[in-house]
């Protein structure tokens, strides 16, 4: 069984950053490490992609979709979703507010009059779409006990679950991650639209991407077979299909790493709606700006996306749990990487896999496709622009620091340091690591009588110090 499990299936590599020898050596490494993860774990099947802005640039399977007929995982098997739907049905709703179809402030109840939950306090406000997608309603996990007996319920059934069931928490309260919620935020895609939800979702969104391997709630034939975790025996529980019914706009998706390739590389894309641009540049950006915190600052929810930070980095993205199937995503908007992770086994911890795959091949990527700016050849003469700047607001001190100019604030316990990036003709650009300075407007120095004698940041001044 083990030398089953570490059969492996990749598709070719394109040109470029996937040629730069870091990018395949960190392949090397993560492939290494994954197969001994598949080998001593016991795992299924996996598939694994990672996206450089419009590129699907590395995409393997490890193991099996199905075990006893030895198929093989692809780029191309599919994988039950779950709660990367999430990320389609905010979708959908951002692309009716965009044609002006409805608001996201505005409440629930004006799109469905039946949505009446017990509010949790007297004078609670209604929820509204926003909260919704940002798990900030208050309204309970699920609607029933369908992840128990694996039966979900029906468009009736949601409804007669609200009209009986109170919300745990006031609106705005605290981030409570909610398939209820989104549920919810799906039936309002039928009202507005006009169109089943799993029809405008394939009509609206699979379709201009180009995502033909994906499907909601359908058995496709060439969907892996999911299975449980590992029981100390060594066997696995194998799954039969699970309908998810009227919760398809939290769980139901079915798709593959080629296809999510489609959905991270819009999130890179600029431009008007039209065609595989299906979402305004304004639209995309507001989905992924972080709305909702976990009340000790975490996690957190941007608009369908979860939004993580890991050191220094922040990632959007979402995980996927349903019975057989663990998903996961990690996406850098800066640097246009994109890390897939597709499981078909229930203890397959995609997670920490998808932070290994970007820590590696991501990260490497990263380095590789950054855009080569030419770096402005040093000026000796800069440093006349050194020396102490004091106004109003305090002092600021112009250091020359390995052929580049930076500015610190020399009475601060920390010695933080912004950059002044050369423009050229003496006038720079502020970088800053945070956003409460003019950072990324002009820098210009005031010369009188050969010497200098202010700084101007943007708008605002300050002067030299016995010029």
Same mark, same amino acid.
């Given at each position: 069984m083990r030398s089953l499990l570490l059969f492996s299936l990749s598709v070719p590599l394109l040109a470029g950053v996937a040629d730069h020898p870091d990018v395949t050596a960190s392949q090397r490494l993560f492939?290494?490490?994954?197969?001994?993860?598949?080998?001593?774990?016991?795992?299924?099947?996996?598939a694994v992609g990672v996206v450089h802005d419009q590129e699907l640039l590395w995409a393997k399977g490890y193991g099996f979709a199905d075990v006893e007929k030895k198929t093989p995982v692809t780029p191309a098997t599919q994988f039950r979703m779950a709660s990367?739907?999430?990320?389609?049905?905010?979708?959908?709703?951002?692309?009716?507010?965009?044609?002006?179809?409805?608001?996201?402030?505005?409440?629930?109840?004006?799109?469905?009059?039946?949505?009446?939950?017990?509010?949790?306090?007297?004078?609670?406000?209604?929820?509204?779409?926003?909260?919704?997608?940002?798990?900030?309603?208050?309204?309970?996990?699920?609607?029933?006990?369908? #992840?128990?007996?694996?039966?979900?319920?029906?468009?009736?059934?949601?409804?007669?679950?609200?009209?009986?069931?109170?919300?745990?928490?006031s609106p705005e309260v605290r981030w409570k991650y909610s398939n209820l919620a989104l549920t919810i935020a799906g039936m309002i895609v039928e009202t507005v639209s006009g169109e089943p939800f799993n029809d405008y979702i394939a009509r609206h969104i699979f379709v201009p991407l180009g995502m033909t391997g994906s499907s909601i709630d359908r058995n496709v034939d060439s969907l892996a077979i999911g299975y449980g975790r590992?029981?100390?025996?060594?066997?696995?529980?194998?799954?039969?299909?699970?309908?998810?019914?009227?919760?398809?706009?939290?769980?139901?998706?079915?798709?593959?790493i080629e296809d999510m390739a489609k959905f991270v590389s819009l999130q890179f894309r600029k431009g008007k709606p039209g065609g595989a641009q299906i979402l305004s540049t304004g639209a995309l950006r507001e989905m992924h700006r972080v709305r909702r915190l976990e009340n000790d600052w975490t996690r957190g929810n941007a608009i369908g996306f979860a939004v993580n930070r890991e050191k220094d980095k922040v990632y959007i993205g979402h995980g996927g749990s349903y019975p057989g199937y663990k998903t996961h995503t990690y996406i850098d908007i800066a640097a246009k990487v994109g890390v897939i992770v597709l499981t078909n086994g229930d203890d397959a911890v995609p997670a920490d896999i998808a932070m290994k795959l970007m820590q590696t091949v991501g990260e490497a990527?990263?380095?590789?496709?950054?855009?080569?700016?030419?770096?402005?050849? #040093?000026?000796?003469? #800069?440093?006349?622009?050194?020396?102490?700047?004091?106004?109003?607001?305090?002092?600021?001190?112009?250091?020359?620091?390995?052929?580049?100019?930076?500015?610190?604030?020399?009475?601060?316990?920390?010695?933080?340091?912004?950059?002044?990036?050369?423009?050229?003709?003496?006038?720079?650009?502020?970088?800053?690591?945070?956003?409460?300075?003019?950072?990324?407007?002009?820098?210009?120095?005031?010369e009188t009588g050969g010497k200098v004698t202010r700084m101007f940041l943007g708008d605002s001044f300050t002067n030299r110090v016995n010029p």
């Open positions: 492939d290494a490490w994954l197969r001994g993860q598949i080998a001593y774990r016991g795992l299924p099947g996996i990367h739907s999430k990320l389609f049905t905010a979708t959908a709703i951002m692309q009716l507010r965009d044609k002006g179809k409805l608001r996201l402030d505005d409440p629930v109840q004006r799109y469905l009059p039946w949505f009446q939950p017990k509010p949790a306090e007297p004078d609670d406000p209604p929820i509204t779409i926003e909260e919704l997608l940002t798990h900030s309603s208050g309204l309970p996990r699920e609607a029933g006990s369908h #992840w128990s007996t694996q039966e979900f319920p029906d468009a009736d059934g949601v409804k007669r679950y609200i009209l009986s069931h109170g919300a745990p928490y590992r029981m100390p025996d060594g066997s696995r529980q194998k799954f039969a299909f699970i309908h998810s019914r009227a919760m398809s706009p939290a769980t139901g998706v079915t798709s593959n990527v990263a380095k590789a496709g950054a855009p080569q700016t030419p770096k402005p050849d #040093w000026d000796p003469r #800069w440093t006349r622009f050194t020396g102490l700047y004091r106004s109003r607001g305090g002092d600021t001190e112009v250091v020359a620091l390995n052929q580049k100019l930076v500015l610190i604030d020399p009475t601060s316990a920390n010695i933080t340091q912004s950059t002044l990036t050369p423009l050229g003709n003496d006038r720079f650009r502020l970088d800053a690591p945070t956003g409460g300075s003019a950072v990324g407007e002009i820098v210009r120095f005031l």
